[in-house]
């Protein structure tokens, strides 16, 4: 079966990261990472960066925008062979650039410029019956092709920025699609004293741009076929893609409205199954209107994947040059705020454990507004558990008959009298709506087929 692992890691010095995923499983077929520039988690830093990087062992993406703490002090740059890529504005270099590579049990991050102390946040795609691919769009082109299978969900990133080229224009977009249902986060910081930024949240467009210096677009109608997918914007350009086909877990891309209720309070999305993991981004909107150029430029992505839960957050404010802040949590869910520096964070949410298909998170503290907000999900697939197993007469009916035995004892009898057994079934969750199949075979004759009992 496909699984999921999230959590985070910091840059090294010298040497390699190891990510292991046994505590998942086995086979990473994909990964995707992002980061701000952050050297410690909790703690509101200077400067806002916003990384977005994604590899499938063979292909390598990342790209990422910068607004420092000065005047005209804002770009955003591309690679098109690491999926680690941090770039030093002033100096204008590269500070981090990656590669990863998927192994059986693990991950492996390998550095040809180190910066050390950064943190990363990942989510690794990796099982059975799971497929991944990594390329980019540069030419406008619809359909994009060449992935090998039909996706069932896919993440995008756009900077518009050429490949190894840096410009001073700080756009960024990261949105995800499972062909039916898509968003996108779009930001945007000018390369003014910063009177003309602004972010909104969107569904129904995977990638797009909302620059007032450049001709605005949005890639939307994502349709997925079987060699990867159209959509109905001819001026995309730079756009990054993780393609993810999981052959067995069901995927789920979709958008709610935060509640404004007092703090604590426990918020439930509805993906329609039960989760293993699920992530969520918001750029603190109320509305789908803004990222007109008169609003502070906020970015929240965060990931659960049952057991871990990290997130990162960055604010830009309007008119100040020198408030850009960024923050990473490695145990909080998602963060939101319209200025870090200021307000702090106003909205907490920290991810429950996961039960049904309705999974909640606890907003505490919680900003009375109604902000948009985005999720993406991966079915689990539950395997049964025999509980245990009885043997009984076949005298009465199932409530009436008769137990033989204690649960768990076996029992010896002759093939000429009838025996009843009952088995009972451990499930997390809500139960199968399909029946289970009990079979049988000879004992010690491994050649013997399994027969099933109706």
């Known amino acids: 079966m496909g699984w999921v692992l999230t959590g985070t890691f910091v840059t090294p010095a010298s040497g390699t ?11 990473a077929k994909g990964i995707l990472l992002w980061a701000t520039h952050n050297t410690s988690n909790d703690t509101a830093q200077v400067e806002t960066v916003d990384m977005h990087g994604m ?3 063979t292909n390598d993406r990342a790209g990422m925008a910068f607004a420092g703490q000065a005047v005209n002090n804002t770009h955003r740059a591309s690679h098109e062979t690491a999926c680690i890529y941090m770039f030093n504005p002033v100096s204008e270099t590269a500070t981090i650039v990656g590669t ?75 949105g995800c699609s499972d062909g039916t249902d898509d968003w996108t986060c779009l930001t945007y910081r000018g390369d003014d004293a910063r009177d003309n930024m602004g972010s909104v949240l969107i569904a129904d467009h995977l990638a797009g741009q909302r620059a007032a210096e450049f001709t605005p677009w949005e890639m939307g109608s ?6 990867g ?78 057991t871990t839960q990290h997130c990162t957050l960055t604010t830009t404010e309007l008119n100040d040059n020198t408030d850009a802040h960024q923050r990473s949590n490695d145990a ?19 991810a429950q454990a996961i039960t049904d298909s309705t999974p909640e998170v606890e907003w505490d503290p919680n900003a009375a507004s109604a902000v ?30 008769t137990n033989i ?30 029946q289970l199949k009990l079979q049988f075979r000879k004992v010690g004759d491994a050649d013997s087929e399994w027969e099933d009992i109706s």
């Open 17 to 27: 990261t190891v990510i292991t995923t046994t505590s998942k499983g086995s086979n």
């Open 55 to 57: 590899s499938d062992g």
């Open 100 to 174: 990863a590579e998927m192994n059986v049990n693990d991950v492996t991050i390998t550095y040809s410029t180190f910066e050390s102390g950064v943190i990363i946040h990942y989510v690794i795609f990796g099982g059975i019956g799971v497929s991944a691919f990594v390329t980019s769009e540069n030419a406008n082109t619809s359909p994009v092709s060449g992935v090998g299978f039909q996706p069932t969900l896919l993440f995008a990133s756009s900077d518009g920025a050429a490949a190894g080229s840096s410009s001073e224009q700080a756009f960024l977009s990261l």
């Open 222 to 227: 994502i349709v997925f076929n079987s060699d």
């Open 229 to 306: 997918f159209s959509h109905d914007n001819p001026n995309a350009d730079s756009v990054r893609y993780l393609f993810l086909r999981f052959e067995n877990e069901s995927c789920k891309v979709g958008k709610f409205t935060k509640s404004t209720a007092s703090a604590p309070v426990s918020q439930s999305f509805s993906p329609g199954f039960i989760p293993q993991a699920y992530g969520m981004a918001s750029c603190n909107n109320t509305s789908d209107s803004n990222a007109a150029g008169d609003e502070n430029c906020i970015l929240a992505f965060g990931c659960y994947d049952g």
């Open 332 to 350: 909080e869910f998602l963060e939101l705020s319209d200025d870090i520096d200021t307000d702090g964070v106003q909205s907490s949410a920290t």
């Open 372 to 401: 948009h907000i985005g999720y993406w999900a991966i079915e689990e697939i539950l395997t049964p558990e025999q509980e245990g197993f009885q043997f009984r007469q076949d005298d009465d009916s199932e409530s009436g008959a």
């Open 405 to 434: 035995d204690a649960q768990d004892a076996n029992m010896t009898a002759i093939r000429e009298v009838s025996r009843r057994l009952r088995i009972a079934t451990d499930y997390i969750g809500d139960p199968p709506t399909t």
